[in-house]
Nanobody, 125 residues
Framework: QVQLVESGGGLVQAGGSLRLSCAAS????????MGWFRQVPGKEREFVAV????????KHVDSVKGRFTISRVNAKNTVYLQMNSLKPEDTAVYYC??????????????????WGQGTQVTVSS
């Protein structure tokens, strides 16, 4: 079992920044790819970013490239999502997730085994 707890969400004006954190506990953390997803009411949960277990490889959805950066510090069992130049359309509940059995950089929701409870990000115009 892996437990994931997100933090760092909140209300910010357009153009501002937030840093989300996801603390993991339980089974060995370092060998899992870790991802961030987001969801707004009435829509599917969508992929935002993923980082490999080593931290050496990342992938971001096109809509956040150049603005968001995913990273991880295995010694702290924590993954981060630095969000800059936020836009109102970034408003969503953001979820951290762990992928235990997929090589590479998984981007599909079905490829992730464990999920956090989510943290709300609201960007005002």
């Amino acid at each position: 079992q892996v437990q994931l707890v997100e933090s760092g969400g909140g209300l910010v004006q357009a153009g501002g920044s937030l840093r989300l954190s996801c603390a993991a506990s339980g089974r060995t953390y370092g060998r899992y790819a870790m991802g961030w997803f987001r969801q707004v009411p009435g829509k599917e949960r969508e992929f935002v970013a993923v980082v490999s277990w080593s931290g050496g490889s990342t992938k971001h959805v096109d809509s956040v490239k150049g603005r968001f950066t995913i990273s991880r510090v295995n010694a702290k069992n924590t993954v981060y999502l630095q969000m800059n130049s936020l836009k109102p359309e970034d408003t969503a509940v953001y979820y951290c997730a762990a992928s235990t059995g997929v090589l590479g950089l998984p981007t599909e929701r079905s490829e992730y085994d464990y999920w956090g409870q989510g943290t709300q990000v609201t960007v005002s115009s």
